[in-house]
């Protein structure tokens, strides 16, 4: 089965999906589901992938790619080794959370929803993490860093090239 | 005697650092030790995370706060011993004890206590006897006559009554019909149904149960948001251990009810909140509303009859299956019944989780469980309901928590968020921040709300930059009434509420933007320049080293200068500064 999204993007190893298609095979109103066991695998949804969903579901490009760029969670490009999600909720904005995400892309030189040059790091302003004591919180790959200032975040992603042997 | 050891490992406790305190008291277990080390969920009391509670037999004898990895030593030494004094200096002090006990519980009732991947630990503290007792010797209809004497108004925020959602459900003839759980707490700043979820999920089970078996419902849904992580973890075990104790599925208890549960996770979208949106995305399609009617009662999932509550609100219904409705009626006001729990953030002493019986007020809340404001600053406002919500000011604290008062006030209950603000929050940024969102979390498919909202968020930036015109505020308030009126739904509905409340109790600070092009609150970036007093400036080097926009030059021992086209205004230099040499202005 070929990619006919006429993209010129890589194209994806569509194999990968077959179990979860297999899956949810005739189960009706499992396209969110699927979608989220598709980033899973790829990391993000392209959009060979999102063709591939459509035909094998009976439904059209126009339809996924409608549920895809409607949730936050979904993202259509890949993503950097470490994920900052910049929490935005109320408590954080209260306490300052401006100030956080500005201190980080300044530092990286990237807005909300960009990612680093040399593919380390992926900024993502998101809705309430839920450790709204901790305010301002950010979480890099699952891991949450409470009460920050500008000062310490930039410490921990120093602290992340160091790891990654990337100048700070 | 028994000695145990009880970590709070809920997300927050997770989050302040737990896994590194259980990973510590662990390196030093021997192979047989005189204690038990367990785990429980979240007490609510974030403020102190991480806690570690030490039990002899049944009873807390030690609650030990703000545990470091350091601190093992010590308290495996306590729990070895029984002697406590060893880990005095980490013991929770009398003051801060306050926080728990002047609450009353019965949604939380054991978050906190019991370990939430155990069905034991649940069914030992009288866990699924309201289910039995309500298969066993009720009727569906005496059942939803019980939650009607109760008052249980639903706790997502509308406060609609639960028993008149639930009848009907019951009244409607097709089958099957679906009982839903709105799991998707979407309000920034409210984490209460998480908590429950994550700390005691067979409550919330029970509660569906109850609420299946009322309305005839044949399957059960739960949505989620899947920022939960740990609550759909801890919910899916719960799950699986009711299905293996015959709690769950065919026949349950032997008393011929059957009803299946399922969890589906949410893919991040506030509108989903809205039962019409939620059960468009369970249906796996764009999450926007429907028409009303027909209602889900009578359409709903995939056109079935269909019953959707909040956590909260299935929280209290095994509660008051086991004692009584009127003892919830018991509690409250003549309008709003039983308890409700708030999630206690912003600039407040003591933030958590406080559940209280309705009718106590805000200041009760704040100032009495909450300790007041941190940093001796103002109160300035407190922000109930979320993106749907408003500002209460400091002259209204004396508001008693009921559905109809702090409707008054232009705010609204809410699923529970109470962000508290001091005199350095800006108000119209927070209505600002407000638009943002809901402009963001608009579905598009009404016109009111899709371009309304966009709008409204158009011209609150420009006040903010400090470009608002004269005639910004009337217009603001136009387009609030025109939304309010014409959109299609509650995100709509209520989206202007952030901005009308602050409008009426803070319209000098849209003024003050306005006219003089200053923010009373010093907070709004555009309207705020940093410079440093040659005078007060030492040259000790300290804020041009924490500058991270490198915008601070000098010699050491001689006055800095700040380049304002570098400066990001993020502030460091002032709160770093030793010799108030920051002037803000």
């Excluded at chain 2, 299946?212 to 992580?229: D, F, L, N, Q």
């Excluded at chain 2, 080097?541 to 050491?556: F, R, V």
Aim: charged letters at 25%; a negative charge; proline letters at 4%.
């Amino acid at each position: 089965m070929s990619c006919n999204c006429n993209c010129s993007g890589p194209k994806s190893d569509l194999s990968l999906l077959k179990d979860v298609l297999d899956r949810y095979a005739g189960e009706r109103g499992s396209l969110i589901a699927i979608l989220q066991k598709a980033q899973e695998i790829y990391g993000y949804l392209p959009k060979d992938v999102m063709y591939h969903i459509a035909e094998k579901i009976g439904s059209t490009p126009a339809e996924v790619m409608g549920v895809a760029t409607f949730y936050s969670q979904f993202r259509l490009t890949p993503i950097g080794k470490y994920l900052i999600m910049s929490c935005q909720g109320t408590a954080c904005h209260v306490n300052g959370s401006e100030r956080i995400s500005a201190a980080i892309s300044a530092y990286l030189g990237i807005e909300n929803g960009q990612t680093t040059e040399d593919g380390l790091f992926t900024l993502e302003h998101v809705a309430c993490l839920g450790c709204c004591s901790l305010a301002p919180v950010i979480m890099i790959n699952g891991e949450a860093h409470g009460n920050l200032t500008p000062e310490s975040v930039i410490n921990i992603l120093k602290d992340i090239r160091k790891k990654e042997g990337v100048e700070a | 005697m028994s000695i145990r050891v009880i970590i709070g490992e809920g997300s927050c406790g997770i989050a302040a650092g737990a896994g590194k305190v259980r990973t510590a008291i662990k390196a030093l277990l021997q192979e047989k030790e005189p204690f038990v080390l367990g785990s429980t969920g979240c007490i609510g009391m974030c403020f102190l995370e991480p806690i570690v509670d030490i039990y002899e037999d049944k009873t807390l004898v030690r609650r030990l706060v703000k545990v470091t990895a350091d601190d093992a030593a010590a308290i495996v030494e306590a729990a070895r011993t029984g002697d406590l004094s060893k880990v005095d200096s980490i013991t929770i002090s009398d003051d801060d004890a306050e926080f728990l006990s002047r609450q009353t519980r019965i949604a939380l009732r054991h978050c906190g206590l019991i370990d939430p991947t155990s069905l034991d630990d649940y069914r030992a503290a009288d866990g699924y006897r309201a289910l039995e007792k309500v298969l066993k010797t009720m009727t569906p209809e005496q059942v939803i006559e019980e939650i009607k004497t109760s008052g249980l108004a639903g706790r997502g925020g509308a406060g609609f009554p639960t028993w008149f959602k639930w009848n009907a459900a019951r009244q409607s003839e097709a089958t099957p019909k679906y009982l839903i759980c709105n799991a998707d707490e979407g309000d920034p700043g409210a984490f209460m149904d998480r908590a429950v979820i994550e700390s005691d999920p067979h409550n919330l089970i029970e509660g569906m149960l109850i609420g299946a078996y009322a309305i005839g419902a044949s399957e059960m849904i739960v949505y989620v948001r899947a920022e939960y992580p740990l609550a759909i973890v801890h919910l899916t075990e719960a799950i699986e251990q009711a299905k293996k104790a015959n709690l769950l599925g065919e026949n349950i208890l032997g008393t011929g009810f059957s009803c299946d549960m399922r969890i589906k996770a949410g893919a991040g979208a506030f509108v989903c909140g809205e039962e019409t949106a939620l059960i468009e995305s369970l249906e796996g399609k764009r999450g926007m509303p429907r028409l009303k009617p027909p209602f889900p009662a009578q359409k709903g999932y995939f056109d079935q009859p269909s019953n959707i509550n909040n956590v909260e609100t299935f929280a209290n219904v095994a509660w008051i299956l086991n004692n009584g409705g009127e003892a919830f009626a018991a509690m409250g006001t003549e309008n709003s019944k039983g308890t409700k729990v708030f999630a206690l953030t912003g600039k407040i002493k003591k933030g958590g989780l406080v559940e209280i019986p309705m009718g106590k007020t805000l200041r009760d809340v704040i100032f009495g469980i909450g300790g007041g404001i941190r940093g001796g600053k103002e109160f300035k406002a407190v922000q109930m309901g979320g993106p749907s919500g408003g500002c209460i000011p400091a002259d209204l604290l004396d508001t008693v928590i009921d559905y109809k008062a702090l409707g008054a006030t232009g705010a609204i209950m809410g699923s529970g968020g109470m962000v508290v603000m001091d005199e350095s929050t800006c108000m119209v940024g927070m209505a600002k921040f407000f638009l943002d969102f809901t402009a963001d979390e608009s579905c598009g498919k009404c016109v009111p709300c899709r371009i309304g909202t966009k709008r409204m968020q158009e011209i609150l930036t420009r006040i903010v930059n400090g470009e608002g015109k004269e005639g910004d505020i009337e217009l603001l308030e136009e387009l609030c009434l025109g939304i309010k009126d014409g959109a299609l739904c509650g995100l709509g509905q209520t989206a202007p509420n952030p901005v009308l409340t602050t409008i009426r109790y803070f319209r000098h600070e849209y003024e003050a933007h306005i006219r003089d092009k200053k923010c009373p609150a010093k907070e709004c970036p555009a309207l705020r320049t940093y410079s440093i007093d040659p005078d007060k400036c030492k040259g000790c080097t300290m804020c041009a080293k924490k500058c991270p926009a490198n915008a601070i030059t000098g010699e050491k021992k001689q006055p800095h200068v700040i380049d304002a086209n570098l400066c990001i205004r993020c502030d460091q230099c002032r709160s770093n500064c030793k010799f108030d040499a920051i002037i803000v202005e």
